[in-house]
T-cell receptor, first 113, second 114 residues
Framework: DAKTTQPNSMESNEEEPVHLPCNHSTISGTDYIHWYRQLPSQGPEYVIHGLTSNVNNRMASLAIAEDRKSSTLILHRATLRDAAVYYCILRGLSQGGSEKLVFGKGTKLTVNP | GAGVSQSPRYKVAKRGQDVALRCDPISGHVSLFWYQQALGQGPEFLTYFQNEAQLDKSGLPSDRFFAERPEGSVSTLKIQRTQQEDSAVYLC????????????FGNGTRLTVT
């Protein structure tokens, strides 16, 4: 499975933008870039995904480098509720066609009031 | 609508006991996944079902771990002769039939083996 590299932790202030980086230099042409986040004592939740073009949804934006070897998750205005571990995951076909997610350690985001 | 439901929320077992963890996926979701999450780590894949068929069990750590989904809906993860290293949060996720659609996770069962 293709691997991703993320900083262990980041800090932000409330109502400021947050840029969470992810490196994935071994990405293959068919791998989608997915982001999930995990709030304390909860299961992971889907945030956003993309293939080549930048993507926006109500939660966040995803900026993908032209060579696809890196991406950045952008939270436009951080709130206290955004404090979580953010996982950047490459998702392609795998055994049995499951498209299973392979998680790394993620980035723990702290949001200061 | 209702999300993925897991029970029990917490389970304490003595070493050597068998445990059964239940997952109720979102109604109609074809795919079901089990993950294990140790403290401070990301979730690790255990096994995958498509309907009642277990198509990938490459992540099961030993033959003490067994999962089933006999009617293609509810799934049970069973751990026999629990060991202390089995202490973790066990997460279940389901997904609909559209390719690349997101996984929906439950809040997990925290298993503590004493």
């Amino acid at each position: 499975d293709a691997k991703t590299t993320q900083p262990n932790s980041m800090e932000s202030n409330e109502e400021e933008p947050v840029h969470l980086p992810c490196n994935h230099s071994t990405i293959s042409g068919t791998d989608y870039i997915h982001w999930y986040r995990q709030l304390p004592s909860q299961g992971p939740e889907y945030v956003i995904h993309g293939l080549t073009s930048n993507v926006n949804n109500r939660m966040a934006s995803l900026a993908i480098a032209e060579d696809r070897k890196s991406s950045t998750l952008i939270l436009h205005r951080a709130t206290l509720r955004d404090a979580a571990v953010y996982y950047c995951i490459l998702r392609g076909l795998s055994q049995g066609g499951s498209e299973k997610l392979v998680f790394g350690k993620g980035t723990k985001l702290t949001v200061n009031p | 609508g209702a999300g993925v439901s897991q029970s029990p929320r917490y389970k304490v077992a003595k070493r050597g006991q068998d445990v059964a963890l239940r997952c109720d996926p979102i109604s109609g979701h074809v795919s079901l996944f089990w993950y294990q999450q140790a403290l401070g780590q990301g979730p690790e894949f255990l096994t995958y079902f498509q309907n009642e068929a277990q198509l990938d069990k490459s992540g099961l750590p030993s033959d003490r771990f067994f999962a089933e989904r006999p009617e293609g809906s509810v799934s049970t993860l069973k751990i026999q002769r629990t060991q202390q290293e089995d202490s973790a949060v066990y997460l279940c996720a389901s997904r609909g039939g559209i390719p690349r659609s997101p996984l929906h996770f439950g809040n997990g069962t925290r298993l503590t083996v004493t």
